[in-house]
């Protein structure tokens, strides 16, 4: 069973436009958030984090227990911006780590 | 500098003659993972380590081996590459033995098997 969706697979918006990425996740109960990005030719590297409720380059991601979504949003996309996303929310009743198939996000100039 | 690192980050090989990736890190973590990356399917896990002589299957274990007789090594093994093995391979490590934590991962090792 897909435990985590993001349903685009690419996405493009122009600079200064407001960006989302989206993310559906099927556990139940309160599982550990993570936005992943990934730059061209670059390792993985965290976005950010739920519990620590931080806005890391303009991004933030919104909880959305009854949806079980965890988007993630910036409200002037940047060129810079331009990279892989990946959501991963994890089963605090397991020990494997999922990942989603993950967003492209260009941004236009 | 805290880091996980993997070797080779390139290699070319033919089916059927053993490899092995490498992967260190030196954060003193005790969850050490391998994921494979392929396009339109994201990262899978493959195998992952939650510490030392404990070691456990992911989504995507068969043709892969690992072992993890050190803290800090966590070694991958294809005995017998074939070419749907023919991947992007990501090694990550994080704090606690346990998938609740952050993931720190290396540069990637890309893989084809001819």
């Known amino acids: 069973a897909q435990r985590v969706t993001q349903p685009e697979k690419l996405l493009s918006v122009f600079k200064g436009a407001p960006v989302e990425l989206k993310c559906n996740y099927s556990?139940?109960?309160?599982?550990?958030l993570f936005w992943y990005v990934q730059y061209s030719r670059q390792r993985l590297q965290l976005l950010l984090r739920h519990i620590s409720r931080e806005s890391i380059k303009g991004f933030t991601a919104d909880l959305n227990k009854g949806e079980t979504s965890f988007h993630l949003k910036k409200p002037f996309a940047q060129e810079e911006d331009s990279a892989m996303y990946y959501c991963a929310p994890q089963d605090n009743t397991g020990n494997q780590f999922y990942f989603g198939t993950g967003t492209s996000l260009t941004v236009i100039p | 500098e805290a880091q996980v690192t993997q070797n080779p980050r390139y290699l070319i090989t033919v089916t059927g003659k053993k490899l092995t990736v490498t992967c260190s890190q030196n954060?003193?973590?005790?969850?050490m993972s391998w994921y494979r990356q392929d396009p339109g399917l994201g990262l899978r896990q493959i195998y992952y380590s939650m510490n030392v002589e404990v070691t456990d299957k992911g989504d995507v274990p068969e043709g892969y081996k690992v072992s993890r007789k050190e803290k800090r090594n966590f070694p991958l093994i294809l005995e017998s590459p074939s070419p749907n093995q023919t991947s992007l391979y990501f090694c990550?490590?994080?704090?606690?033995?346990?998938?609740?934590?952050?993931?720190?991962f290396g540069d990637g090792t890309r893989l084809s098997i001819l």
């Open positions: 556990y139940s109960g309160s599982p550990e």
């Open positions: 990550a490590s994080s704090f606690g033995g346990f998938s609740n934590q952050p993931q720190h």
């Open positions: 954060m003193n973590h005790e969850y």
